[in-house]
Structure formats: C-alpha cells, structure tokens
C-alpha cells in the first residue's frame, strides 16, 4: 500500500481554562492551514472542546476530550483558580491517556507536541518520544520573561516589599515595581499547583525546540534580544487577532454596540470591559459608575448581565435616558475597539485585551485583577507609555475621574505612542514581517518532527 501521505501527527494539549483553548485553537489553524497534509489532534476538557468546535470545524484537526478533574457529572463550585488547581494534578496522565487513543485513531505516531507552555512536563514527554516540545505562550513577552527568570528573581529580591521598583531584575527590563510580578513568581501562594506549575515551566523552557509567543518581537526589543539568547527559536508570531482574519463566523452584534457607536459624535468614548472570567468587586463598580456620570464620560460596558444589581441607585436609567451610556451584556470587542468613536479601553489588561488595544491604537486604563495582568499594567504605564494603571490599584471615583480626564483630554502622549505601535504590529504581520517570517520557522519546526 502507498504510504498514507496524512504521515505527520501533532498533538496540541490545550490550557483549558479562560481564553486558553480558543488562543490555542486558532494556533493550530494557523498551523493546520499552513500544513494541510499533517494531522492536528486536539486535546482539552470536554466542555471547552464542544463549544470550540460547534463554531467552526476543520478538516485536519481532530478533537480530543481530557478530563477536568471532576468526579463524573459534579458541577464545578468555586473560583476560576480553584478550578485550575484542581484540574492539573491529574493532568499528565491524562494527556498521557488522550495521546494513546488519539495514536490508535488515526494510526500516526506523534510526531510533535505543540502545548502551552506551562505543561512543562511535556518536555519529559518529548523527549521520551523523542520529538520537538513546542511550548506555546499566549501571552506577552514581559510574563513570560517573569517566569523564566522566576529563581534568579526570588535570589536578588531578598526582604523587599511589594512598593519597591528594582532595577534590572529582569533582564531586558529596566526596572519593575515587585508587586506587580504575576503572584506566582514572589509574594503569592508558591506552593499552589499553578504556581508549582509555573516555576517548574520556567526552569524547563530551554529544553523546548521552539517557543512562540502571541507578541511582536519590535513590542519588547530588549526582552525578546535577551530570551532569544536563552531559548531555541524564540519566534514572536502575533499577534494573533491580527492574524487569524479568515472570516470564521463573526458572532453577531446582538446587542448592537456598533450602531450605537455609529450614531455618537464624540470621539471620546470609554469602552468598559474586565474580560469574561472576573470582575472588581461591586464596590468598585459603583466608584466607577459614579466617576464616569460626574466628567460626563459617554461610555460602551461590557459586564456580565449578574453584575448590573451593583450599580448605584437610578444609574441604568438615567444614562440611557440620557444617552451618555450603553451597559450590555456582550461586545464584539475588535470591532468596538477599531471604530473610530472609541477614546479608551478601561481594561483588566488581559493579554489578548492588550493585544487587541494596541492593534487597535486605543490607550488604556488599567484595572488590573490577577495573573500577569499587573505586569501588563506596568509595561502599559511605564515601559509603553500608551495608558495608566488605577492610582492604589483600585477603582476610587477619584481614581477613576482622574484617569478618565487624563486620558480623555489632556494627556495626547499615550495616544500618540500607541498609534506608533499599533503601526509596528501591523508591519509585523505583514507579508515580509518579523511574525509573519517567524511563523514559517514555527511551521519548519512542526513538521520536521525531530527534537
Ligand atoms: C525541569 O523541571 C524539573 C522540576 O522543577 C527540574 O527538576 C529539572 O531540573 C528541570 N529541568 C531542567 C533542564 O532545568
Ligand atoms: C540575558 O540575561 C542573562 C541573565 O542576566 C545574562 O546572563 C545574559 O548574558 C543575557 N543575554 C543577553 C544576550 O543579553
């Protein structure tokens, strides 16, 4: 018999919590058009894989369900980070599992592992199978950094305190206020499974045959230089909302956000957005309602509909009656991102938030809540100069009020700053780009399936 020409096998272990699997899903198109001869087995819970592939389906990739770690049928009660701790224990070998039935299927050999990066034990696994480890992260350069340099951080950071601003702690980065580290690199939890997860994923990275990132490498120029050294084929490719433009079914506006943006003859409009998985406590969200009445800010949020009961007395009523506000459910957030009505972005700066501001050139306020969000806030304020991170952290209505007023008329330097990255972005996705040519390095590591 011919040799079946469908010889290669990639299995990509999806992180299956947040924005994960759909950053990861839309990688492997990338890679799955870019290769359409290879097969793309796809592994992530169950829940996260119906939604995924009810939107969209495609031909050569395959989807595998893992395990959430539930006892069968238990609805999961608790926090997003409870939920990740009590998944990853047994996450391994589940994958381990997954691999052997997804090899029996279709009757390939894996031939590359292409997972997020913080299944550091794919390393082990690779090299057991003795293929590339391709270790995804699907964030900015700045976290990434945090995590690989997590041992030389914890030895200069010594008995200092959250305030403190260090000078090259980081390598790359001229200096960095402690606290705003991801929480697992210092002064959160260490010894939670996340943040074991972590710290074992930043020792492991060099032993990856390539570590792409969702990032422009012209973002972080001195980062990147300095990882670049460490790693092999550190390959900025994003980023990715920039990319992934095949039109898969856009979700309908159903909220109709962008005509209401259509008929505002301001400029200056905020677009409130914390993201899907968490939102400030309630008493922040009334400091803010309140400081967005009193400047007269005319704003698009978009907040979970359970979120509404926490704001102030009348508030709904009267800036719809008014016209100065818009609060829904859902947005399409490129698209409000990208019209030109849009002034600012209040943000938990997520990293895809991020991204999409920056592709969009909409400055910032950040309102950061956990994970490597604070850091972004820091590069957002400090290195990028393109926004402002909430005075103390937090929402005060005079926080909030002063932020609006700084970013919404006086100050044009971040706005001006951001406009000249979001330029950079683009060129770097353009056909002779930095990402684009990086991309084709990724796809050469793919397919050559050896370590
Ligand atoms: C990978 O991580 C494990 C667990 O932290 C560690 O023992 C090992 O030394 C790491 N490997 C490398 C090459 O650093
Ligand atoms: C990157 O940083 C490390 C740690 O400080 C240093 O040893 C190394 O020389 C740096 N590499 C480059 C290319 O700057």
Known sequence: MASNIREKHVAVFAFPFASHPSSQLKLARRLASAAPTVVFSFFNTAKSNRALFAELSCDNILPYDVSDGLPNNDVFVGSPLDAINLYLPGAEEELRRAVRVAEKDTGLKITCLVVHAFFWFAADMAEEMNIPWVAYWSAGTCSLAAHFYTDLIRQKTGSKGPDDEITDLIPGLKVVRLGDLPSEVVFGDLQSPFAIMLHKMGRNLSRASAVPVNCFQE???????????????????????????????????????????????????????????????????????????????????????????????????????????????????????????????????????????????????????????????????????????????????????????????????????????????????????????NFKSLVEVVISGSA
């Open 219 to 437: 973002l972080d120029p001195d980062l990147a230089k300095n990882l670049s050294s460490k790693l092999n084929n550190f390959l900025h490719i994003g980023p990715s909302n920039l990319i992934s433009k095949e039109k898969t079914p856009l979700k309908v506006d159903e909220f109709s956000c962008i005509s209401w943006l259509d008929n505002q003859k301001t400029r200056a409009v905020a677009y409130i957005c914390f993201g899907s998985a968490f939102t400030p406590p309630p008493r922040e969200l009334v400091e803010l309602a309140q400081a967005l009445e009193e400047t007269k800010t005319t704003f698009l949020w978009a907040i979970r509909k359970d979120s509404n009961k926490h704001f102030p007395e009348g508030f709904l009523e009267r800036v719809s009656a008014n016209g100065m506000g818009k609060v829904v459910p859902w947005a399409p957030q490129e698209e409000v991102l990208n019209h030109v009505a849009i002034g600012v972005f209040v943000t938990h700066s997520g990293w895809n938030s991020v991204a999409e501001s920056i592709a969009a050139g909409v400055p910032m306020i950040c309102r950061p809540i956990l994970g490597d969000q604070h850091l972004n806030a820091w590069m957002i304020e400090r290195v990028w100069g393109i926004g402002l991170r909430i005075e103390g952290g937090i929402f005060t209505k005079h926080a909030a009020r002063r932020a609006l007023e700084q970013l919404l008329s006086s100050s044009k330097g971040p706005a001006e700053r951001i406009e000249s990255l979001k330029h950079l972005a683009h060129k770097a996705v353009a056909p002779s780009g930095t990402s684009t040519q």
